[in-house]
C-alpha cells in the first residue's frame, strides 16, 4: 500500500459501495472485504451508500467537499455500465483533495490505462487482502453495512420469509475457460470450520436462512459440495451455489438437496462439443444432459447459462441452445441466451486482438455498449445477422416463459374457486 494520510499514519478513507441501478443491490462482498483489512490496519473506514438511496455523483461532491478524506477506494467488475459510472465517480474524487484508489476486474487487466482514464494514485491488481491460506482473512466488515437492506434481494426458490446473504467457501477456481477474466490463479477453499463460523455468526447476528455461496465455483471436485452440504444441513436453511455438471452426480445433489440446497447456477455456456472444446471448457454435451436430469430428479432448480457468438459458434449451435433450454428450463427464472463478450484480462479478448477485432482496451469499451449487445462476436455472420437471429431465438424463449407464467396463475385460479384454496394471497407479481 502506498505510504500516505494523516501524521499519525492513520487515512480517512471512504470506499464506495457505488448504484448499478438495482432495486435492491448485492451486497458487496469484495468492498467489505477490504474495510475489514483496512481497519485491521488502523485506518479509519467510511462507506458511502450510493447503491442503497441511488446517489447522484453530485451528492458525492458535496460530501468530499464537506468533510476531507485522504483516499476514496472503488472495487468494481468489468461492464459498460461500471466503466462508465467509474469515469463519472473518478472526475468528482479528482475536484477533491483525496487521492483515487482502484481495484477489481475492471481495472485490473490495464493499470495503466485507468490510471491515466480516471487519475488514480493506486491501483490494487488481485486481491488487496491476499493470503495463500484464506482462512486467515477476516471476515467482511458487516457492522459497516445496512444488513437489512441487502438481505431483501431476492434469489431463486426465495421466499417472502427469506433473509437472503453472500457468503465465500473459497477463492479461485480450477479452471479457464476462454472468456473468463479471473484476476488470480488457482484455488484456495477455506475450512469448513471457518466456513461454518461465518454462517453461525451470520444466521444468529444477522437472522439470515439463505445462504448464497458467492464463490466463482463451490463445485469444484466430488467431495466439497458434500463436505459443505453436511456442515449446513444442521442450521436448517436454504443455499445455492455455482456447480460443474461433470460433479452432478445422484449421491453429490441428494446431501446438497437434503441439506438445503434449492438452487445450483450451472455454467454449460453451449450445448455444441467443438464449442465446448473451443471455450476449454472441460465439459461435453452428454455430461451437460446426465447432470441437468440428476439436478432436476434430485429436486434441486437448474440455472441454465448459456452464451452465444464464440469461436466455433454457429446458427446450428444458436438454436441447439434454444432446443435444450425448451426442454430442461423449469422458468424459475427468466433465461434468455446472451451474447459472449471478450472481456479485458480472459483469452478470448487477446484472441479477438490477434485477429483484428480489438486494437485494445479503450477499443474494447468504445464497441462494448450493452451486455446483450455482441461487443465482439466471432461467427461467420455479420453483426446485423447475429443480433436478428438472437433477437428471434430469445423471443422465442420470453414467450414461453411467459405462457408458463400464465399457466402458474391460471392454476391458482383453478385451485382458488373450485377447491377453495385458503392459502391463496393473491394474484401479485412475484
Known amino acids: 500500500m502506498p505510504e500516505m494520510g494523516s ?9 464506495v459501495a457505488y448504484d448499478n441501478d438495482s432495486y435492491i ?4 462482498l469484495g468492498l467489505a472485504y477490504v474495510a475489514s483489512k483496512l481497519e485491521s490496519e488502523g485506518h479509519e473506514v467510511n462507506i458511502y451508500r450510493q447503491d442503497m438511496y441511488h446517489l447522484p455523483e453530485s451528492h458525492l461532491a458535496q460530501k468530499l467537499k464537506a468533510k476531507s478524506y485522504d483516499v476514496v477506494g472503488v472495487g468494481m467488475c468489468a461492464g459498460y455500465y461500471q466503466y462508465a459510472k467509474l469515469l463519472k465517480i473518478a472526475e468528482v474524487v479528482r475536484d477533491s483533495d483525496a487521492e483515487l484508489w482502484l481495484g477489481g476486474h475492471l481495472v485490473t487487466p490495464d493499470r495503466s490505462y485507468f490510471k491515466e482514464k480516471t487519475g488514480a494514485t493506486y491501483i490494487c491488481e488481485g486481491e488487496y487482502d491476499y493470503s495463500e491460506n484464506v482462512d486467515d482473512i477476516a471476515y467482511p466488515a458487516w457492522d459497516l453495512f445496512d444488513i437489512d437492506y441487502y438481505s431483501l434481494m431476492r434469489h431463486p426458490c426465495a421466499e417472502n420469509r427469506d433473509r437472503c446473504f453472500p457468503v465465500l467457501s473459497g477463492r479461485g477456481c480450477p479452471f479457464r475457460c476462454n472468456f473468463c477474466y479471473r484476476m488470480v490463479e488457482g484455488y484456495r477453499p477455506r475450512s469448513i470450520a471457518s466456513i461454518k463460523e461465518e454462517v453461525e455468526i451470520l444466521t444468529k447476528d444477522y437472522h439470515i436462512n439463505y445462504i448464497i455461496f458467492a464463490d466463482e465455483l463451490l463445485m469444484v471436485n466430488a467431495e466439497r459440495p458434500i463436505e459443505i452440504a453436511e456442515m449446513l444441513k444442521p442450521f436448517g436453511i436454504k443455499w445455492k451455489c455455482d456447480g460443474r455438471l461433470n460433479f452432478a452426480k ?29 471455450m476449454n471448457k472441460k465439459l461435453n454435451y452428454n455430461q451437460i444432459v446426465k447432470g441437468i436430469e440428476a439436478t432436476l430428479e434430485a429436486g434441486i432448480s437448474p440455472g441454465l447459462n448459456i452464451i452465444w457468438g464464440n469461436i466455433g459458434d454457429t446458427l446450428d449451435s444458436l438454436w441447439r441452445g434454444v432446443d435444450f433450454l425448451a426442454k430442461y428450463d423449469n422458468h424459475a427464472q427468466l433465461r434468455t441466451i446472451r451474447p459472449v463478450t471478450p472481456y479485458p484480462g480472459c483469452d478470448l479478448y487477446y484472441y479477438a486482438i490477434e485477429e483484428g477485432l480489438l486494437s485494445g ?4 469499451y468504445q464497441k462494448h455498449i450493452n451486455s446483450d449487445l455482441a461487443s465482439v462476436q466471432f461467427t461467420n455472420l455479420s453483426d446485423e445477422d447475429f443480433h436478428s437471429h438472437l433477437r428471434e431465438a430469445n423471443s422465442i424463449l420470453i414467450n414461453r ?3 408458463e407464467k400464465g399457466r402458474e396463475y391460471y392454476r391458482d385460479l ?7 384454496n385458503t392459502t391463496f394471497r393473491g394474484f401479485r407479481q412475484s
Open 7 to 15: 501524521k499519525e499514519g492513520i487515512l480517512r478513507i471512504l470506499l
Open 25 to 28: 443491490h448485492y451486497f458487496p
Open 250 to 278: 445422484p449421491k453429490i445433489l441428494k446431501a446438497m438437496k437434503d441439506s438445503g440446497c434449492v438452487f445450483i447456477n450451472y455454467g454449460i455456456e453451449s450445448v455444441d462439443d467443438q464449442v465446448l472444446a473451443n
Open 361 to 364: 482496451i479503450d477499443d474494447f
Open 401 to 403: 416463459y411467459l405462457k
Open 414 to 420: 383453478l385451485a382458488l374457486y373450485k377447491d377453495r
